[in-house]
């Protein structure tokens, strides 16, 4: 009665050993399919500054479903045929602010090696796949003035 999904993970984490502030980062990858699989490269911060997750923030380089045929509401894939990069800030969950920054793209993402990249320069950053933006951001003064933080928080 005790079922493992056949699945194996793999997990390369170089927290407290590696940061950098502004620069280019670029992975090349091809991920894996099959049912509940959630391929994912994740960059997180050095020292949660902040408190807790996503006050210092995280950026999804890449983050996709394994699924052979995952669609959403309208028919669109998002499964291994769907990638997305994404940026969680905020000062708490239920103020999460990813939705303003978050982009994606189709493509044969379980088949073929892809280049996953982002490029953070000092008034912005962009989120590539292939060396196509799926969005840039540039928070102006700060994210929390971008993020139109309600008062009080």
Known sequence: NNYLNPIISARLRSAKSFSF??????????????????????????????????????????????????????????????????????PYFEENRYAMTDGGREGNFADEFHLYQMEWTEDSITLSIDGIPTFTVDPGTSFWDYGDFPAGI
């Open 21 to 90: 502030k502004y620069g280019t980062v670029e992975v090349r990858a091809k991920t894996p399919k099959g049912d509940w699989i959630w391929p994912a490269i994740w960059m997180l911060p050095r020292y949660n500054e902040y408190a807790g997750w996503p006050s210092s923030g995280e950026i999804d380089l890449m983050e996709t479903r394994g699924n052979l045929d995952l669609r959403d509401e309208n028919g669109d894939p998002r499964g291994h045929e769907w990638a997305s990069q994404t940026m969680h800030w905020g």
